[in-house]
């Protein structure tokens, strides 16, 4: 079992940031693949970013994000972070936290352990 809970989320003005957390507890942190998703309102749940197992050296983005986000993570905390920065009001959204037991994917149905999420919304 895995548990996720995540934190930094919040209100942003069009054009600024904010830096999301998730902590990890329950098996060997730095095994885990981590992902990203977000939902927003009548909106279905979307691919953000991910980061593979280990050093984390590798990463995938959703095109709408690439360039902006930055997903890392931090095997001594069991943390995994998203920098966000130039936010869009269209990226007012549920983000959510999901760990990925095969090290690595972008997949929904390859993360098996997700979080409660946090509301992020962006003002126009």
């Known amino acids: 079992q895995v548990q996720l809970v995540e934190s930094g989320g919040g209100l942003v003005q069009a054009g600024g940031s904010l830096r999301l957390s998730c902590a990890a507890s329950?098996?060997?942190?730095?095994?885990?693949?981590m992902g990203w998703f977000r939902q927003a309102p009548e909106k279905e749940r979307e691919f953000v970013a991910s980061?593979?197992?280990?050093?984390?050296?590798?990463?995938y983005y959703a095109d709408s994000v690439k360039g902006r986000f930055t997903i890392s993570r931090d095997n001594a905390k069991n943390t995994v972070y998203l920098q966000m920065n130039s936010l869009k009001p269209e990226e007012t959204a549920v983000y959510v936290c999901?760990?990925?037991?095969?090290?690595?994917?972008?997949?929904?149905?390859?993360?098996?352990?997700w979080g409660q999420g946090t509301q992020v919304t962006v003002s126009s």
């Open positions: 999901a760990a990925n037991v095969y090290g690595f994917g972008k997949r929904q149905d390859e993360f098996a352990y």
């Open positions: 329950g098996r060997t942190f730095s095994s885990l693949g």
């Open positions: 980061i593979k197992w280990g050093t984390g050296s590798t990463t």
